[in-house]
């Protein structure tokens, strides 16, 4: 059984930061790629970033709204994956969610993703 655990969710002020994880866990678990999407109350559940990895190297992507703020990382022998977030907005304020693909590409689409995570609530106060 997969696992994807988030954590490092919590409130924030309007400038701040945090860190979020998630760790992957389960039998035969495996992946070429990670992403973090979010979702605000009476919002679609929208792409954040991933992560891509291959012989060839990494690969990050992210949303325009978060460019410049928002990075991703991942410790391969942790199995887990990072979202550093700075200068946080109320507009950030949703539940992020991470999840893992064998898969490459698309990955700013939810369908693309296998395994999903529980979720982690990010709250940034004006």
């Known amino acids: 059984q997969v696992a994807l655990v988030e954590s490092g969710g919590g409130l924030v002020q309007a400038g701040g930061s945090l860190r979020l994880s998630c760790a992957a866990s389960?039998?035969?678990?495996?992946?070429?790629?990670m992403g973090w999407f979010r979702q605000a109350p009476g919002k679609e559940r929208e792409f954040v970033a991933a992560?891509?990895?291959?012989?060839?190297?990494?690969?990050?992507y992210y949303a325009d709204s978060v460019k410049g703020r928002f990075t991703i990382s991942r410790d391969n022998a942790k199995n887990t994956v990072y979202l550093q977030m700075v200068s946080l907005k109320p507009e950030d304020t949703a539940v992020y969610y991470c999840?893992?693909?064998?898969?490459?590409?698309?990955?700013?689409?939810?369908?693309?993703?296998?395994?999903w995570g529980q979720g982690t609530q990010v709250t940034v106060s004006s």
């Open positions: 999840a893992a693909t064998l898969g490459n590409r698309n990955l700013d689409e939810r369908v693309t993703y296998d395994h």
């Open positions: 389960g039998r035969g678990f495996s992946s070429n790629a």
């Open positions: 992560i891509t990895w291959s012989w060839s190297g990494v690969s990050t």
